[in-house]
């Protein structure tokens, strides 16, 4: 009996871009956002309500934010849970070369 081959396609790297959803470029980048503040929570190890009280959001969001349900808040959002955890955001303008995503987050050490 021959085996079946399986077929697959190389990820562009951006899952929502794979999925062909509209706003791609926005909804990876929150993603990207999103996974930041989640790591910086897990490490500190608090409880979901010392991170409520932190972020200054419910205990429900709370959940969401940490089972990475990262589209039920803005960037902006997100962008402010940085502020609350004291962390700085750099914003860098550069040329797009090809093949290259239209918005690049990186977590600094």
């Known amino acids: 009996m021959k085996a079946k081959r399986n077929k697959f396609e190389e990820s562009s790297g951006n899952v929502f871009a794979d999925l062909g959803l509209k706003d791609a470029d926005e909804l990876y980048t929150r993603a990207q956002i999103g996974y930041c503040v989640h790591k910086i929570l897990l490490a500190k190890g ?28 803005t960037t902006d959002k997100l962008l402010g849970f940085l502020k609350r955890l004291d962390r700085k955001v750099i914003i ?14 990186s977590l600094a050490r």
């Not at 979901?48 to 589209?71: K, P, T, Y």
Request: glycine residues 8%; aromatic residues 8%.
């Open 92 to 105: 860098r303008i550069a040329p797009r070369k090809a093949g290259e995503p239209y918005q690049q987050v």
């Open 46 to 73: 608090i409880t979901q309500r010392e991170i409520a009280a932190v972020l200054g959001i419910a205990q429900s969001d709370v959940s969401h934010l940490m089972n990475g349900h990262f589209s039920r808040f």
